[in-house]
């Protein structure tokens, strides 16, 4: 397993003072990577944040390897109800390891797909039920809360669609992945004998992939878990480690966090030189975007930080984004993700046309020509002055793949101790939360209606004046 960090076009020497870093702004640096990494252990050995220890969760790996092996077989497609961290990282999984949509393999029972339920519009969950059929699907909910407002009511439609075809059968076809102990979720499925499998309650949903949340969607789909895990583990060795030279997720972090800093670059464009991994972009997306926004600093002082995720695909955004990227406002650090080996290079024919357009591709392949236009558009972002680093991922299987949502975890939660936030809770979500609880009806929401009703009417009164 090999993940590499080109941090070079991050260099003064590389990309000029104005927008690079500097050797002294880099050993200053040092000290405050160090207290990061101290003080994540910290939080780690206290038992605080959970997802280092995830990669040697055996047990549970265990008990989703054997309940996949009992209903193998009989489901053509999973069904997953959840959203955000309880969605994206099986999005990340499904599309690394069985291919980007829409050019997945044919499913069957043999080679199962995923159909993810992580939006509540009308048209979308209708077209969904309809491309499935309730006798070969295995509805997965996945809710660290139990209560997600999105989930649950999905999870209501697909249990009656189930519950219609099936009876008291469709018990047997759905499994749910939530906290141990609490929850309505839990709840239900012990009163309606469900299948259920936990999550640790120091893990938060953004940083799940590779508890139950992810893991059991990806057994069911035929995905090596333990291959993942293994990955994971190798990158979470590393990244305790205390060398900046080893530990790849700490020098990320600190020259991610420098850069932002020292040359106010507020948007990070995670740019992925393989469709493999664009699920893994948008889950990559959540995560800086969910763990890093934040208002105040552990001490309460008011800092309104966050640097803004953009995913961005090569080639393809670079007939979409480099314009912008290249002449725009230069307040972006672009992070590639290239990949070294495809299963298949994609050799394009040799056949000559005499068209000067056409003839020099000939006999190449489609995998020297993404490298090529990563590398070029590396080039040129640099002579720019636009600062750019590079994960380089030997192949895309799952190893890789586990070590490198490993690897973005540690850096992100690296980053949160460096900003001194708490980069594991989500407080600004709530608020909408309430309002939606108010809006639908909730029992205990009132002051949230209140609130609602005076917001609507300052908007009555809106005008633009004269
Ligand atoms: O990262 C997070 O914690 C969130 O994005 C949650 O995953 C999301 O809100 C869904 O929560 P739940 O799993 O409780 O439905």
């Known amino acids: 397993m090999a993940i590499l960090f080109d941090h ?26 160090r207290h990061a990494l101290a003080s994540l252990r910290k939080g780690f050995d206290a038992g605080t944040y959970g997802f280092p220890a995830l990669p040697y969760q ?10 996949a092996g009992e209903v193998r077989g009989t489901f053509d ?20 390891m069985r291919g980007p949509h829409p050019v997945q393999r044919a499913f069957s029972a043999a080679n199962p797909r995923l159909v993810i339920l992580d939006n509540v519009d009308p048209s ?8 499935m059929n309730p006798k070969k699907t295995l509805a997965v909910v996945v809710a660290k809360s139990g209560s997600t407002a999105e989930t649950i009511a999905t999870f209501l439609i697909v249990r009656n669609w189930l519950t219609a075809k099936l009876g008291r059968k469709a018990s047997a076809r759905i499994a ?6 609490k929850g309505d979720l839990n709840q239900l499925a012990a009163n309606e004998d469900y299948a259920t499998f936990y999550l640790p309650d120091n893990v938060g949903g953004r940083f799940s992939v590779l508890s139950a949340v992810g893991l059991l969607p990806a ?3 035929g995905i090596d878990i333990r291959k993942l895990l293994k990955g994971a583990a190798a990158m979470t060795e590393t990244a305790w480690q205390k060398s900046l030279d080893t ?17 106010n670059k507020t948007i990070q464009v995670a740019f992925p030189y393989s469709n493999r991994l664009w699920g893994t972009a948008f889950w990559f997306r959540q995560l800086w975007a969910e763990s890093l926004g934040k208002a105040r600093t552990r001490q309460g002082v008011q800092v309104h930080t966050g640097q803004t995720p953009v995913a961005a695909l090569g080639t393809t955004d670079q007939h979409s984004q480099v314009q912008l990227y290249m002449e725009g406002p230069n307040d972006k650090v672009f992070t590639f993700w290239g990949v070294n080996k495809f299963p298949d290079a994609g050799r394009i024919p040799k056949d000559r046309t005499g068209f000067e357009a056409f003839d020099y591709l000939a006999g190449q392949n489609l995998a020297t020509l993404i490298d090529a236009e990563r590398r070029a558009t590396a080039a040129a972002l640099t002579e720019n002055g636009r600062p750019n680093c590079t994960f380089m991922l030997d192949r895309v299987d799952e190893e890789h793949l586990g070590a490198f949502l490993q690897l973005m975890e540690f850096e992100t939660a690296f980053v949160g101790e460096m900003l001194d936030i708490n980069a594991f809770d989500q407080e600004g979500v709530e608020l909408g939360k309430k309002f939606t609880f108010a809006l639908m009806g909730r029992k205990g929401y009132g002051e949230y209606s209140q609130r609602f009703d005076n917001y609507e009417k300052k908007r009555a009164k809106a005008t633009l004046g004269k």
């Open 8 to 33: 070079s076009n991050l260099l003064a020497s590389v990309i000029g003072e104005e927008n690079g870093l500097t050797p002294a702004e880099i050993k200053q640096a040092g000290p405050g990577a």
């Open 58 to 67: 055996t047990e549970i790996a265990k008990s989703i390897l054997k309940y």
């Open 77 to 96: 497609t999973v069904c997953l109800v959840g959203i955000g961290g309880s969605a994206l990282g099986s999005w990340a999984l499904d599309c690394g």
């Open 124 to 131: 979308f969950i209708a077209a969904a039920l309809e491309s």
């Open 176 to 181: 749910v992945v939530t906290s141990a102990g």
């Open 219 to 221: 057994a069911l789909i």
């Open 247 to 263: 530990n790849t997720a700490l020098r990320a972090a600190m020259l991610h966090h420098l850069i932002w800093k020292s040359r």
